[in-house]
């Protein structure tokens, strides 16, 4: 089979497509046919920045060479003990090296595909989705009525936030820039604030919650616009205020949260389970969340969507196309907004 792997660290130009055994599933695990894949930013990671080598054990050269998390295809062989799924079925779910032509995978990191999405929108799903699913619902405590901002939320995993925060029954408002102000309104959100134009904080408003997907702003920043009891959630930031921003909600968020009434801190990564996948396709599925696709590549252009994603100027998700022939970098449709 094909997947692109990359041997050494580097920009996405280390990334090669290669011809490589196909994997045989084992116990508990399915084969699936990747039909699609979708970058996130934890995939940028080729770059080898020093904390992930250490993290992975790969100081000269990677440990593992495959790249890619989330997939949509269909099952192609099961394996012993396996008690769900069987060939044929159309699932989604999230794994190491869905940057191929197959993979095999825990049934338990996998769903069946929500039967409204073509394999494309659901391979948009898991990573981002349980992020925002996790950051808002397990760190963020959200309750219905109350007041949540979504800052990054044009972003993949900023769109499902501000889907998700509504379907919990919050009052939301999504902070994005002046062009993805028009696509925030047509996924429900109640409010929007252009940052170009606006500083969201200063303008004398309160939330209880603040998701930060691209935590640009100083803690002590969102920390005035918080209500006493609020609580705020790194879940991620811009590439030039990463360690800074992750710094200080990981220093500074629990003297925060120990001294006060307001909670602060870091998010970390999303458990990718099968319950909340499942969670998340009966959203799709009641027309409660959508996937919105910016541009979609093909398995060889994978680098080149690296770089798109790399940029930070993505609204929503970018694709990629394993076993489809679809057109490349076709723009998103926001003509069905949530409601």
Request: hydrophobic residues 40%; glycine residues 10%.
């Amino acid at each position: 089979m094909k997947a692109m792997l990359y041997r050494q660290y580097g920009s996405p130009d280390v990334l090669h497509l290669e011809e490589v055994e196909r994997p045989t599933p084992k116990d508990g695990e399915v084969l699936v046919k990747i039909l699609a894949a979708s970058v996130n930013t934890l995939d940028l990671s080729m770059s080898g920045p020093m904390l992930a080598r250490i993290i992975t054990g790969g100081l000269r050269k990677p440990k593992d060479p495959r790249l890619g998390a989330d997939f949509a295809g269909r099952v192609e062989a099961v394996g012993k003990n396996v008690t769900q799924f069987q060939p044929g079925d159309e699932v989604y779910g999230s794994a190491t090296g869905s940057f191929a032509e197959y993979i095999a995978v825990p049934e338990n990191k996998v769903a069946l595909k929500p039967a409204n999405s073509t394999f494309e929108e659901a391979a948009a799903v898991s990573v981002a989705a349980l992020t925002a699913l996790q950051g808002l619902r397990d760190k963020g405590q959200i309750q219905p009525g109350q007041k949540v901002l979504i800052y990054g939320a044009s972003g993949g995993v900023g769109t499902f936030a501000v889907q998700l925060a509504k379907s919990f029954g919050a009052e939301v408002t999504a902070v994005c820039s002046t062009q993805n102000v028009d696509m925030a309104c047509s996924i429900g959100a109640d409010h929007v604030i252009d940052y170009t134009r606006e500083d969201f904080t200063r303008n004398g408003q309160r939330y209880d919650l603040i998701l930060a997907v691209n935590g640009y702003q100083p803690i002590f920043a969102y920390r005035r616009i918080l209500q006493p009891t609020g609580r705020f959630v790194l879940v991620g930031a811009s590439k030039a205020h990463i360690y800074g921003a992750l710094l200080q909600a990981l220093l500074l968020g629990p003297v925060i949260s120990k001294t006060g009434s307001q909670k602060m801190g870091f998010m970390g990564i999303a458990k990718i389970n099968q319950k909340d996948l499942m969670y998340v396709k009966e959203l799709i599925e009641a027309g409660k969340v959508v996937s919105v696709i910016d541009r979609r590549y093909s398995l060889v252009e994978t680098a080149e969507a690296l770089r798109y994603l790399e940029e930070g100027r993505a609204r929503g998700k970018v694709v990629i196309t394993v076993n489809q022939n679809v057109n490349t970098k076709q723009s998103p449709d926001h003509s069905h907004p949530v409601t």
